[in-house]
């Protein structure tokens, strides 16, 4: 009985079967009503039926809906209040679940999706997309030069540029670090990097005020077209290494996986070789 219960509300909290308070009173009224119907059906069999036939040592009223109306009217309130309370406590279960939910999908400093939401958000994808590794340029030095809350807002105002830089369907998430992650409908190679480099290029012209100076930033980023069959895994080592490519040429630039399988054409091989 304690384990359907418990199945019970955890059905009714996924499905948000109490996300508004009009939700509780309703199930307060119609789990009360046949409550109380059972109740008061249950009062006549007893005290009428068991009592005619001689097993209860009771006086019967001269009129049997008496018990109905007494019944219905005790039964009834208290049916009431004890379903709305449980019906509260459930729908505050599912507030705070939700609550948690968006949290822990949630990067607390940007605002931005974080990996795990964003790898979630990538595979629930129903269409061609393109994902794009996008790495903060030298931010090690502007942490080691201007501080650590410096830092922080370059990463909250950069975050802030790519969320809304890449239009309706684009998953935009920070990966961790000073790296985020970008997932728009592939409509085309040269349009993904036209976006791509439009972003990059006004966040290059922009000056950050930081610790009562101004500072530039930069990113370096890798793109990466792909089938259904390379899947999210396959996409995401390949802008890996494009990355890594862009960083290696100099920065400020974003490199395609295509030019990356140009110049290593074995599987990884950018990375190994740039690593070395």
Request: charged share 20%.
């Given at each position: 009985?304690?384990?359907?219960?418990?199945?019970?509300?955890?059905r009714?909290?996924?499905?948000?079967?109490?996300?508004a308070h009009?939700?509780?009173?309703?199930?307060?009224?119609?789990?009360?009503?046949?409550?109380?119907?059972?109740a008061?059906?249950?009062?006549?069999?007893?005290?009428?039926v068991f009592?005619?036939?001689?097993?209860?040592?009771?006086t019967?009223?001269?009129?049997p809906?008496?018990?109905?109306?007494?019944t219905?009217f005790?039964a009834?309130?208290?049916?009431?209040?004890?379903?709305?309370?449980?019906g509260?406590?459930?729908?505050?279960?599912?507030?705070?679940r939700?609550?948690?939910?968006?949290?822990?999908?949630?990067?607390?400093?940007t605002?931005?999706?974080?990996?795990r939401a964003?790898?979630e958000?990538?595979?629930?994808?129903?269409?061609?997309?393109?994902?794009?590794?996008?790495?903060?340029?030298r931010?090690?030095?502007?942490?080691?030069?201007h501080?650590y809350?410096?830092?922080?807002?370059?990463?909250?105002e950069?975050?802030?540029?790519?969320?809304?830089?890449?239009?309706e369907g684009?998953?935009?998430?920070?990966?961790?670090?000073?790296?985020?992650?970008?997932?728009?409908?592939?409509?085309?190679?040269?349009?993904?990097?036209?976006?791509l480099?439009?972003?990059?290029?006004?966040?290059?012209?922009?000056?950050?005020?930081?610790?009562?100076g101004?500072?530039?930033?930069?990113?370096?980023?890798?793109l990466?077209?792909?089938?259904?069959e390379?899947g999210?895994?396959?996409?995401?080592t390949?802008?890996?290494?494009?990355?890594y490519?862009?960083k290696?040429a100099?920065?400020?630039?974003?490199?395609?996986?295509d030019?990356?399988?140009?110049?290593?054409?074995?599987?990884?091989?950018?990375?190994?070789?740039?690593?070395?």
């Open positions: 009985m304690v384990s359907w219960l418990q199945q019970w509300i955890v009714h909290i996924a499905a948000g079967a109490f996300s009009r939700d509780v009173l309703g199930f307060a009224l119609v789990r009360s009503a046949w409550t109380t119907l059972a008061t059906v249950l009062n006549f069999v007893v005290y009428q009592g005619r036939l001689g097993f209860l040592n009771v019967l009223p001269p009129d809906w008496s018990d109905i109306v007494v219905a005790v009834g309130p208290i049916c009431f209040l004890a379903y709305y309370l449980v509260r406590a459930i729908r505050d279960l599912a507030v705070s939700d609550a948690f939910e968006r949290l822990s999908r949630i990067d607390p400093l605002g931005l999706l974080n990996r964003f790898i958000s990538v595979a629930d994808l129903d269409m061609p997309y393109v994902i794009a590794v996008i790495d903060i340029d931010f090690k030095s502007i942490n080691d030069s501080g809350a410096a830092g922080d807002k370059v990463l909250v950069v975050a802030a540029e790519l969320g809304g830089s890449f239009g684009a998953v935009v998430a920070r990966l961790g670090g000073e790296e985020f992650g970008v997932a728009m409908p592939d409509r085309g190679r040269d349009a993904a990097f036209g976006a480099d439009r972003v990059r290029s006004l966040l290059a012209r922009r000056r950050f005020e930081v610790g009562g101004a500072i530039s930033v930069t990113f370096s980023a890798g990466s077209r792909g089938g259904s390379q999210y895994s396959g996409m995401l390949d802008a890996d290494n494009a990355l490519l862009a290696s100099g920065r400020n630039r974003i490199v395609h996986a030019d990356v399988a140009a110049i290593f054409p074995l599987p990884d091989a950018a990375g190994r070789q740039l690593a070395g």
